[in-house]
């Protein structure tokens, strides 16, 4: 299975008025998780894209368990369960400075055509990093 870790630092924009990372603002660490694990793998999304994909999210789920705060040092354990497909599901650890785990995420991405705007497979560089990865 793909994993890769990610860390980020609360930023006060991204907090409310009580200190804690708005709610909204994670769908963005996801994001940033996911593009930061894919280019681990030595593939960006900008290769992706160039290569005529797009990935938009068809899913998005979050699960709340501790606020992460102003300032903190968050880090994101970001894991593909099951071999990349048309359809791939990432999923999101959130671990905050002392190691406790925070939230629980999840998102589901389809591989775009540009041109057509049909599903697609995702790219066979992508597929051939990940492959020894899995075991069917």
Do not use: W
């Amino acid at each position: 299975m793909f994993e890769a870790t990610v860390t980020l630092r609360i930023r006060y924009a991204e907090t409310d008025q009580m200190g804690f990372a708005y709610y909204g603002n994670y769908a963005t660490y996801y994001e940033v998780a996911r593009v930061e694990a894919l280019r681990t793998m030595g593939y960006s999304y900008k290769e992706i894209e160039d290569e005529g994909i797009l990935m938009p999210v068809l899913e998005n789920y979050s699960k709340y368990l501790l606020p992460a705060r102003y300032d903190e040092l968050i880090t994101i354990k970001v894991s593909l369960p099951k071999m990349l497909g048309v359809k791939s599901v990432f999923k999101y650890l959130f671990y905050n400075e002392n190691q406790e785990l925070i939230h629980e995420g999840e998102t589901i991405l389809a591989f775009i055509n540009k041109e057509t705007g049909k599903p697609c497979r995702p790219p066979a560089k992508l597929v051939e990093v990940l492959k020894p990865l899995y075991h069917d």
